[in-house]
């Protein structure tokens, strides 16, 4: 009897712990790596997550576990610079924009700050920085199509604005007819952009989507096709699209480049992946010191073969004075700075572990 009721109670337990759900373990989608200030942040995509339970991280650098924080990109202390193709050539389209620019900031958490760019010759904003959606949506009301594009300038000026917020929490929001940037590298666009810890979001046409593509999904952002007519509608999927990713900030690791472990727990899924924190320099102002560098070291061989040149020449033609020393031919290269690996803590301290939604 007693060898009876064990069995049917292990059975039991078997059929409970199939019963029970598995916590799945999937790979974490990684979208960039901002860093800047002191701090790092991994943009990761949760979208594969259906839970509203509380979502937990876990970073560890060499097995080392780190402070990490989860923050959801569409929470307070978001800071968001709208850019919107405002030339003559991309009138057709502007209306669209301003909609969808007007949509986007109603559906922004209240505390929002934002300011309004419009791309045309000279970049500057439409009004200084503002929180909440009014302000925005009156200074999109106002703008008008006229003009050139200066799409690289607008662009910097949008990158610069909101320098006291945390890295990670700038959002660039670009709407745009253009089919580039005017004379940068979509690379060394987006190294721009990672360099001042701005996340760079673009809604264009899709004769455009190679070169935004590039330009944006380097800094954890992504290129939207509005498609050909605009559809005002299918522009709502950027706000959805950022309500799915979140950032991972910590403090960036004292030794770069590092690889950092990161796994997040979302009550249905356990996701896990490694992110890279790269050295500096890897920016283009870098390689432009280095193309300067090494003009210089060739124009300074140059100069000394010259040099040698015109002396032996002087030599053979010309008899050589009785007493004096020999003349000297002096040859200064300059060597350009390395620049020094930023450090410092993230100016706001948060409970470890703990998401702000």
């Known amino acids: 009897m007693?060898?009876?009721?064990a069995a049917l109670a292990a059975i039991a337990v078997a059929l409970?712990?199939?019963a029970a759900p598995a916590v799945a373990a999937v790979p974490l989608p990684i979208?960039?790596?901002l860093s800047g200030g002191g701090e790092t942040a991994v943009v990761v995509d949760l979208s594969a997550s259906n839970s509203t339970s509380t979502r937990r991280v876990q970073v560890s650098v060499g097995g080392h576990p780190q402070h990490a924080d989860l923050v959801p990109i569409m929470s307070d202390g978001l800071a968001v610079s709208f850019v919107v193709d405002a030339s003559t050539a991309g009138a057709k389209t502007l209306p669209a924009w301003l909609s969808a620019a007007a949509r986007f900031i109603l559906e922004a958490p209240t505390s929002t700050e934002a300011v309004v760019i419009p791309d045309r010759r000279p970049a500057a904003a439409a009004a200084g920085p503002t929180r909440g959606p009014l302000g925005v949506v009156g200074s999109l009301d106002g703008i008008r199509a006229a003009g050139d594009r200066d799409t690289e300038a607008a662009l910097t000026l949008a990158r610069g604005q909101f320098p006291r917020v945390e890295t990670g929490r700038r959002v660039v929001v670009m709407y745009t007819s253009a089919a580039d940037a005017g004379g940068i590298e979509a690379a060394d666009l987006a190294g721009d952009f990672r360099a001042s810890g701005t996340i760079l979001v673009v809604v264009g046409t899709a004769a455009a989507g190679a070169y935004w593509s590039e330009a944006a999904a380097a800094t954890g952002g992504f290129f939207a096709p509005a498609g050909e007519p605009v559809v005002v509608p299918a522009l709502d999927q950027v706000e959805s699209t950022l309500r799915d990713r979140y950032l991972v900030c910590f403090a960036t690791p004292p030794s770069l480049p590092a690889t950092v472990a990161v796994q997040v727990d979302t009550g249905d899924l356990t996701l896990t992946g490694d992110a890279v924190v790269p050295a500096p320099g890897g920016h283009r102002e870098g390689a432009g010191t280095s193309t300067i560098v090494g003009t210089i070291l060739i124009a300074a061989v140059a100069a000394t073969v010259l040099a040698i040149v015109v002396l032996v020449v002087s030599r053979t033609r010309r008899p050589r004075p009785e007493a004096g020393p020999p003349g000297l031919t002096s040859v200064f290269v300059g060597r350009a700075g390395v620049p020094q690996t930023a450090r410092g803590?993230?100016?706001v301290p948060r409970?470890?572990?703990?998401?702000w939604s």
Do not use: Y
């Open 2 to 5: 007693a060898a009876a009721l």
């Open 16 to 18: 409970v712990s199939d």
């Open 31 to 33: 979208a960039g790596v």
């Open 345 to 347: 803590q993230a100016a």
């Open 351 to 355: 409970e470890h572990g703990t998401p």
